[in-house]
């Protein structure tokens, strides 16, 4: 922690922490830290042995404050209250879902509903108003899902290069614009963070209904959101390519031992408890090696092997980075690019280095004038250059992608420049926009974040799953659909 400065700020922190039962049976405690300006959470942000889920995001609140949540143990509680005793400006409490019973969570699936690969998944967006799917798939179901889009539905899938730490075979799938893979144009990823529970899902459920109001000529309805059979066809027209599970070795493990695990299972810099694995959306070689290019007052990653946003031991060090990327190579004309995460209620947007700023075409991140500069948000000593017109156009997607998700009637969703609170270095949103500077003759990709759910709610409720799901299949629609909009070539 850094005295000097929350002595400037003179934060305050009250303990009305209660001792609840705890987040699904391990030590972390869900919280909710208030502060009257987002400058209050700065040190505590700046903490790399605490858990922001995927990104510390300051979320403003119906009472004019700001809102960061967090996953702890009782020990950092403890000492986050110790710190900041002596005032009252900044206050930390159980997040309601600490009381959740383990029980309530969504069950994780049980053998395979899609048998191996024979029976087509069905989408909430084809079927009656108010139908719900029974639980979450397992590892082997998004494989069996994938397989059965490919038999019945006119997917196609290939394997991809590199086997994971555990030995897993990687797949990844393409359907809508033929054999020709400079036809792709759209990209989705989702399980890189291993508990982030229902991305995969998501992700295969609506791909299954695009194709099945394909086929017999409908269109898709979620919640209040109803698109054409014509909207359908568009989406499909662009190309759709879809990497539904980056990190299988995460997702099986968080799976059979609900440890809210988010990184991938590689031991190569540590060999138990949570000093194993890489935090794959900070092995994305975008400033990756962020001790050299961040200023020395941030943390966009860390060093450390049992930090949740452990680097790894160089850019794109882990098999599952290799991969996502050879799809760039294998579809060299995508041009716009989702990775879905959980738990925080957003859609985020580049940069998310350092703010924006589209006057100075100089500064930005391949400058080595700028090293040691970057990441520090509300100064002027670097912002990360993005032309005007993208801005605006990465912007635009945002907000319809938002709108659509908004408009299913569930729940409230906001947009956000991905810098939010905090910087980060490796992810895959900027690593895919920073591609067309960092390798001449390359696509530009607009990259996104979706994060679905409500904050740090990472094992949702069989309600909340189902929800999630059409939420998430609204905004990829109206994701897709203005994107097309603004361009595909
Ligand atoms: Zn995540």
Redesign the pocket.
Known sequence: MKHSVLATLGLQLTAVVAHGAGHVGHNLVPVEIRAPTVEHFRDIVGNDTYDF??RPIARPTDDGQFQLHALLTREQIAHINHEYRSTNELSIRESPLAKRAAAANAPIGSGDRFKAGTVTPVGLGTQASGTTIASIMNVAEISSAVNALVANAGVTSFTLPYKTFNGATQFAAYVGAGADTSKYHLYLSAG??AR?RGGPDNLIYWVADLLAANKSGSGLTYGKKTYTNAQVKTVLAAGLVFFPLVNPDGVTYDQSSSSLW?KNRNTASGKSGSSIGVDI?RNFDFLWNFKKYFSSSESPASTSPSSETFYGTAAASESETKNHVSIYDKFPKIRWFMDI??AAGDILYSWGDDDNQSTNTAMNFLSATYDGKRGVTGDTAYKEYIPAADATAIKKVADATVAAMKGVGSRSYITQQAVGLYPTSGATDDYAFSRFWAKPGVNKVYGYTM?FGYSTNFYPTLAEFNTNILDTNAGFMDWALTAIGVGLE
Do not use: K
Request: aromatic letters at 0%.
């Open positions: 889920g995927c890189v963070h982030e988010r959306n995460h959980s994060e």
